[in-house]
Structure formats: structure tokens, C-alpha cells
């Protein structure tokens, strides 16, 4: 938004389109901050079924440059998992964030990858959904692997380190869990949540 600010004030009457940015940004930060407010007051998340296509696609909708290149592997292409939509998809776009920044110039490669795992106890009531984000880029620096969800743990110039963190609150208030899997090259996530 600031960047916005900047650039409409150079020209002014040609701010139209920064202004529409600006809106647009101030409008997604208040339904964050709504959502967080509803997850810090312990609410439980409000779930309804909703594609992991839809997710992935609403993740990627305001990412940072030089973006990436996305490949998906969703079986079966319907797949539907039980979540608060805006937050699960806030969760994802966390992920590609950290990608596209840790492998930026190189623009990533990152496989999206999502299943349905069944639940072999009680006829699918529990099933679980895993989806993967695997990316090709230098992978987690192995000092922090350890910490990787905890707040304000970053390796990254300009981050906070609250991405993780959020996308692991936002997990568990799903009864989910996300982990970072351990590969020879590049960082592979894996979230799990609740399958509908
Ligand atoms: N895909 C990845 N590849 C390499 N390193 C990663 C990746 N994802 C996370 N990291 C490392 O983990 C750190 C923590 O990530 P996190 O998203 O919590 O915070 P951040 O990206 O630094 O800041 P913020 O997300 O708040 O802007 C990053 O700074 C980075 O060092
Ligand atoms: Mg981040």
C-alpha cells in the first residue's frame, strides 16, 4: 500500500490505477485481521468443503515478483477439504511467498501436490487431505529448521517471520498439521487437514 502511496503521488492524475491497488490491498488486510482476530479469540475456524483448486488458485492471486512457475497434481481434480477458505488459502500464499523470496532472482519451480489419505478406522469420517508445496530453491537454512514455525524466527531480509507461524495456527485450528519434510534439494511442505 505504501508503495502505492508512493507511486500515485508522482502523478497524480494518473493515480487511478495505484489507488485501485491500494483499495484492494486495504480491503484483504481488514478480512485478515478479521479472520486472525476470530483465530487469537480462539474461535474455531469456520470450515465449509471447499476445492483444493480453489485454494491453490485464490493463494496465488497477489504474489510477489518474479512469481513462479506453478505445477499442480491434485487426485482426484475435485478434491475437497474442510476449511475456512480465506485462511486456508492465506496459509498456502504463505508457502508460495516463502518460495518465490528464498529462490528469488531464479524464478521457482514449485509442485503443488494434493490426496486424499483415508482413514482406516472409522469408514472415511476422518480422512485427511495432504497437500505438498515443494520448491527448487536453496531449501531451509539447517540453523533454522528447527524453529522454522515459531514467531519471528527469519533468514530473510524484509521478513518478519510470522508466515509460518500463521500458517501453523491456522493448521491447527483446522485440526490439521503442516511440517517441513525433509529432501536432498530444495524445501518441501507438508500440511495435512481435514478431508470432507
Ligand atoms: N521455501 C523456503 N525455502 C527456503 N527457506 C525458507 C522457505 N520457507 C521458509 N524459509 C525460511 O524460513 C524463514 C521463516 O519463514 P516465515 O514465512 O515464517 O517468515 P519470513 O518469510 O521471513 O517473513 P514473513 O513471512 O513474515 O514475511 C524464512 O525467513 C526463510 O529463511
Ligand atoms: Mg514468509
Known amino acids: 500500500m505504501s508503495a502505492n502511496v508512493y507511486l500515485a503521488r508522482q502523478n497524480l492524475p494518473a493515480s487511478e490505477p495505484h489507488l485501485a491497488k491500494i483499495e484492494r490491498s486495504a480491503r484483504l488486510a481488514h478480512a485478515i485481521v478479521d479472520d486472525l482476530m476470530a483465530l487469537a479469540r480462539g474461535e474455531p475456524a469456520h470450515a ?13 492471486e497477489t504474489l510477489p515478483e518474479p512469481g513462479a512457475d506453478f505445477e499442480d497434481v491434485v487426485i482426484p481434480p475435485g478434491l475437497q477439504v474442510r476449511a475456512h477458505t480465506g485462511l486456508a488459502a492465506r496459509l498456502l500464499h504463505a508457502l508460495y511467498e516463502n518460495s518465490i523470496r528464498a529462490s528469488a532472482p531464479r524464478r521457482a519451480h514449485v509442485v503443488t501436490t494434493a490426496e486424499r489419505i483415508a482413514s482406516t478406522t472409522d469408514g472415511g469420517k476422518h480422512d485427511r487431505v495432504a497437500i505438498t508445496v515443494a520448491d527448487d530453491g536453496p531449501g531451509v537454512p539447517p540453523e533454522i529448521a528447527g524453529t522454522l514455525f515459531e514467531p519471528l524466527v527469519s ?11 500463521l500458517a501453523r495456527r491456522i493448521t491447527e485450528a483446522h485440526g490439521g498439521t503442516i511440517a517441513l519434510v525433509p529432501t536432498a534439494k530444495g524445501a518441501t511442505f507438508r500440511i495435512e487437514l481435514p478431508a470432507t
Not at 465449509?48 to 496465488?60: H, I, K, M, S, T
Not at 533468514?155 to 507461524?165: D, I, R, V, Y
Open 48 to 60: 465449509e468443503p471447499v476445492a483444493v483448486v480453489d485454494l491453490v488458485l485464490q493463494a496465488r
Open 155 to 165: 533468514h530473510t531480509a524484509g521478513g518478519t517471520g510470522l508466515g509460518l507461524a
